[in-house]
């Protein structure tokens, strides 16, 4: 029996975990459990452990007696973790890149050309951020990686708004931040690749705290 409430929980984690990344649920929307048992056919027990396992990957807010949300920032709160951001992740960076493997560097420029040919939206995102975890893949932590794919959740869906804000120059930006990003990974030059990922993710930044109207229009609450 508990291992069938594992697995339930495993299921329902990859599930919820997928709609709140693809942003079928939105910041601040309500998670009822009651909903969930239903839809998976599972009981309360593994809804709750689902709920946990996503409220420490930074996704989901529990409030003790009272329900779960989809996790949500303010702007105040968004610039805080960007800027906790631009200072982890070369960090992360740094320690990645002497440990990368020869298939993980074959893939960085075929994934900047594929960013650069994206349909939609939600695909650009999907492959940004296989793009950046795989730059961070050599590292070997104890808890700076699981902090920043932490940092990574929290920010999801304003990396959304982000690409849905950004005209056609910003686009072309990005994409030859990545490729700067990729060739100084693939040179070994540790110094010039964090410099390029401490802006690029600056960038981001500055341009949520021009446009504080989204984080409106993504509250869900």
């Given at each position: 029996m508990a291992e069938k409430t594992a697995g339930s929980a495993v299921r329902i984690t990859e599930a919820l975990r997928a709609d709140i990344l693809g942003g079928l649920l939105r910041p601040g929307e309500r998670i009822r459990q009651e909903v969930l048992a239903e839809r998976y056919g599972a009981s309360r027990l593994p809804v709750r452990d689902a709920l946990r396992s996503l409220e420490a990957e930074g996704l989901v807010i529990l409030v003790p007696n009272t329900g779960a949300w989809v996790a949500k920032l303010s702007l105040d709160e968004c610039q805080e973790v960007y800027q906790v951001r631009e200072r982890v992740e070369p960090l992360l960076l740094r320690m990645s890149v002497p440990g990368l493997q020869q298939s993980a560097l074959d893939r960085l420029l075929p994934l900047v050309e594929a960013m650069r040919g994206a349909a939609h939206v939600e695909e650009f995102l999907a492959l940004d951020r296989e793009f950046h975890m795989l730059t961070?893949?050599?590292?070997?932590?104890?808890?700076?990686?699981?902090?920043?794919?932490?940092?990574?959740?929290?920010?999801?869906?304003?990396?959304?708004?982000?690409?849905?804000?950004?005209?056609?120059r910003t686009a072309r930006g990005i994409h030859l931040e990545?490729?700067?990003?990729?060739?100084?990974?693939?040179?070994?030059?540790?110094?010039?690749?964090?410099?390029?990922?401490?802006?690029?993710?600056?960038?981001t930044r500055l341009e949520l705290s021009r446009h504080p109207e989204v984080f409106h229009v993504l509250d869900g609450a």
């Open positions: 961070y893949s050599g590292a070997e932590t104890t808890m700076l990686g699981e902090l920043v794919e932490r940092l990574w959740n929290t920010t999801q869906h304003y990396r959304r708004a982000f690409a849905l804000l950004g005209t056609e990545h490729e700067l990003l990729a060739l100084a990974i693939l040179r070994g030059d540790v110094e010039d690749a964090g410099r390029v990922l401490l802006g690029h993710i600056r960038t």
